[in-house]
């Protein structure tokens, strides 16, 4: 895909990130790749479309998480390594 990029969002809670999710895909074109719970409460997803569209998911769902959760943390990442594209793909690679 070219400008392809892969976006995280991660807050406290299913709640906002569902809330997140809903949001950027009916705003968006962006494929919403995982969802994953990293421990301490902390839920992420990840999500990946050309450069624009991640960016705009991105900022979308962090406003929308926001309104319900304290903690949000966010990035974007244009044209990714291998390893962040597979972060991307799988986020349980992490680990916990």
Known sequence: M???????LEAEGFTPIFDAVDAM??????EVTKVVRLGGGIVAV????DLATVEEAVDIGEETARAK????????FASPCDAVSALAADPQLVGN
């Open 25 to 30: 895909v009916k705003a968006t074109e962006v």
């Open 46 to 49: 990840a999500v990946r479309g």
């Open 69 to 76: 959760s304290r903690s949000v943390r966010s990035i974007v």
């Open 2 to 8: 070219r400008n392809m990029a892969v976006g995280f």
